[in-house]
T-cell receptor, first 112, second 115 residues
Framework: NAGVTQTPKFRILKIGQSMTLQCAQD?????MYWYRQDPGMGLKLIYY???????DKGEVPNGYNVSRSTTEDFPLRLELAAPSQTSVYFC???????????FGEGSRLTVL | DAKTTQPPSMDCAEGRAANLPCNHS???????VYWYRQIHSQGPQYIIH???NNETNEMASLIITEDRKSSTLILPHATLRDTAVYYC????????????????FGQGTILTVHP
């Protein structure tokens, strides 16, 4: 039981490049989330999904896209990377809409 | 979701109890108190949650005042590995609509456990 797995752990992008952060969970959780955490700050919700085929925006969705084709996977797509997207990205999952979330170890992204 | 107020930092000696306070004076009747911690930029880790009764699990105890306007997370025997940022979060337990997954993480309390 691996929990929530994120890849890659580290990535450096140039301005304008695109990439996808991968997130997979093996707990059969229906809810999945993407958060970002800037240095010294709390987490902010980017997108969330309540099940396969259903996604919705969180607090800071601009510059990102998501899809949820399976229960297990919830990739986050960054289009036209900007320095403001330099952050640590955390994927999380939960069973139902409870506040008990399981987080991955994070993906550290730097945009230069 | 109600806002919370936590001290920015606290110290604790190894082996002693760590008592982390949280004020949530605007909490609503259907909102729970959740505690998470984040160890050195790892992913946040759920610790415990409660509504109005005191709660205990293998990690910690949660004491909620009778008026529910404040709470205390207790780590009974702190170890060096408990050094982390601790977040107190208030929200409805099983949310709907725009509250799905919206855990509002503030600045938290940096707990440093000393040898």
């Amino acid at each position: 039981n691996a929990g929530v797995t994120q890849t890659p752990k580290f990535r450096i992008l140039k301005i304008g490049q695109s990439m996808t952060l991968q997130c997979a969970q093996d707990m059969n959780h229906n809810y999945m989330y993407w958060y970002r955490q800037d240095p010294g700050m709390g987490l902010k919700l980017i997108y969330y999904s309540v099940g396969a085929g259903i996604t919705d925006k969180g607090e800071v969705p601009n510059g990102y896209n998501v899809s949820r084709s399976t229960t297990e996977d919830f990739p986050l797509r960054l289009e036209l990377a900007a320095p403001s997207q330099t952050s640590v990205y955390f994927c999380a999952s939960s069973y139902g809409g409870t506040g008990e979330l399981f987080f991955g170890e994070g993906s550290r992204l730097t945009v230069l | 979701d109600a806002k919370t107020t936590q001290p920015p930092s606290m110290d604790c000696a190894e082996g002693r109890a760590a008592n982390l306070p949280c004020n949530h004076s605007t909490i609503s009747g259907n909102e729970y108190v959740y505690w998470y911690r984040q160890i050195h930029s790892q992913g946040p880790q759920y610790i415990i949650h409660g509504l109005k009764n005191n709660e205990t699990n293998e990690m910690a105890s949660l004491i909620i005042t009778e008026d529910r306007k404040s709470s205390t997370l207790i780590l009974p025997h702190a170890t060096l590995r408990d050094t982390a940022v601790y977040y107190c979060i208030v929200r409805v337990h099983n949310a709907g609509g725009t509250s799905y997954g919206k855990l509002t993480f503030g600045q938290g309390t940096i707990l440093t456990v000393h040898p």
